[in-house]
């Protein structure tokens, strides 16, 4: 009954996704073609053909016939091997994909929480304090808290490693600092949010009738402004995957993010691309998910994608 009555709307959420995908895609390639040089030359070292590598991968067509002869390589899951460590991209990918991710996890729910709770602490307490704190904490860029983190914990307390992996104590700093450094952007997404919703007839209404303000926020505040902190959050998703390239750079941590700036460094054109068009793609599908889910819970919504 529900996709019947908003196919229209679903439709447009669906072929959004495809052409962000088709459009990754294509900016992911002519970052490859940018970044490169002359792949030939790369690959072929000192002692290979060049010119028959360049026959090979079609480098001697056009623009336009290269994007579809390796959109079609791509289409069949052959990604090329990695010019530095010379075996398939996707296995190097996979390897370093288990130490990003508890990063991306973590960095994500300390966010979400501490920008939230600092949000309608913000607002429920009426005290610029908090809201000074806010926008202290917006202002910190994840390579000062990073450093600071370092300083503090590493070096004079000597209680957390400065870099690494293997324990969990590895993971406590490049946490903090990525998830911090996102949760005052979200705090003050929070903030506004309710500060807006709580003049309302609907809020005041609960107030007189007796309900506290931390109760009728919670209870019924939140779940009105929930539409667009869901958008907010498909947008700290793809914040949070920039900010892991620094923060695994600065801790030494050998994920997704080191991968990205070695392969960029040292001209990695097959590794980079990969990287570059998988976290896009992931980004991309997370905000469709978070797009799908806004427009269930929010009828303004579906007004305008039905319209």
């Not at 028959?52 to 052959?78: D, P």
Request: glycine share 8%; net charge neutral.
């Amino acid at each position: 009954m529900f996709i019947g009555s908003n196919i229209k709307g679903l439709m447009k959420i669906l072929i959004k996704l495809l052409l962000s995908i088709l459009v990754v895609m294509l900016i992911t390639f002519l970052g490859i073609e940018q970044l490169s040089g002359d792949v030939a030359d790369i690959i072929a070292g000192t002692e290979g053909d060049a010119q028959q590598i360049r026959n090979q991968m079609g480098l001697n067509q056009s623009v336009i016939s290269r994007f579809f002869w390796w959109f079609n390589a791509v289409a069949q899951g052959n990604f090329g091997n990695s010019l530095i460590f010379e075996v398939p991209v996707i296995d190097i990918v996979n390897e370093r994909i288990v130490i990003s991710a508890p990063i991306a996890l973590f960095a994500f729910l300390i966010s979400i929480s501490l920008g939230l709770l600092l949000g309608i602490i913000s607002v429920v307490s009426n005290n610029s304090f908090w809201n000074n704190i806010i926008i202290l904490m917006i202002s910190f860029p994840v390579v000062w808290l990073s450093l600071l983190f370092i300083m503090i914990f590493s070096l004079s307390l000597n209680i957390l490693p400065s870099g690494g992996i293997g324990m969990w104590q590895h993971y406590l700093m490049p946490c903090l600092a990525l998830g911090i450094s996102q949760a005052g952007v979200f705090a003050r997404y929070v903030r506004v949010g309710l500060l807006e919703i709580q003049n309302s007839d609907f809020i005041h209404f609960y107030q007189v009738v007796g309900f506290s303000k931390v109760h009728v926020l919670l209870k019924y505040g939140l779940p009105a402004i929930s539409g667009s902190l869901l958008s907010i959050i498909g947008l700290q998703i793809g914040f949070l995957f920039t900010g892991i390239v620094v923060v695994e750079h600065i801790f030494a941590m050998p994920g997704i993010g080191d991968l990205l700036y070695q392969a960029i460094l040292k001209r990695d054109v097959f590794l980079a691309g990969y990287i570059v068009m998988k976290s896009a793609l992931f980004i991309i599908l997370i905000n469709s998910i978070v797009d799908f889910i806004a427009y269930i819970i929010t009828p303004s919504l579906r007004k305008g994608y039905n319209a």
